[in-house]
Nanobody, 119 residues
Framework: QVQLVESGGGLVQAGGSLRLSCAAS????????MGWYRQAPGEQRELVAA???????NYANFVKGRFTAARDNNKNTIYLEMNNLKPEDTAVYYC?????????????WGEGTQVTVSS
């Protein structure tokens, strides 16, 4: 099995910054795409950013220019640098990984980390 452990969430004022991390561990043979999603209360989970194994990143329009996602493949870790945070960025942020283990290939989710931006 593969476990994803997120860290770095918290409370920040509008305009501030946070850095999220997510590390894949366990019976990891290979990690393909990794990404960050978020879910605000009463809303559907939505993609924030995704990074391929080769390091190419794609972003949702609402974070372009403010968030940066990057990977360290040696550590099976993805980071999300969030700058100029806005109250509407408040949500639980989830890490996702398309990973291969001895059980085969599947999509894994972390438990989520809360990000709260005060106005």
């Amino acid at each position: 099995q593969v476990q994803l452990v997120e860290s770095g969430g918290g409370l920040v004022q509008a305009g501030g910054s946070l850095r999220l991390s997510c590390a894949a561990s366990g019976s990891v043979l290979r990690v393909n795409a990794m990404g960050w999603y978020r879910q605000a209360p009463g809303e559907q989970r939505e993609l924030v950013a995704a990074v391929t194994e080769g390091g190419s990143a794609n972003y949702a329009n609402f974070v372009k220019g403010r968030f940066t996602a990057a990977r360290d493949n040696n550590k099976n870790t993805i980071y999300l640098e969030m700058n100029n945070l806005k109250p509407e960025d408040t949500a639980v942020y989830y890490c996702n990984a398309d990973a291969v283990s001895f059980l085969g290939r599947r999509s894994y989710w972390g438990e989520g980390t809360q990000v709260t931006v005060s106005s």
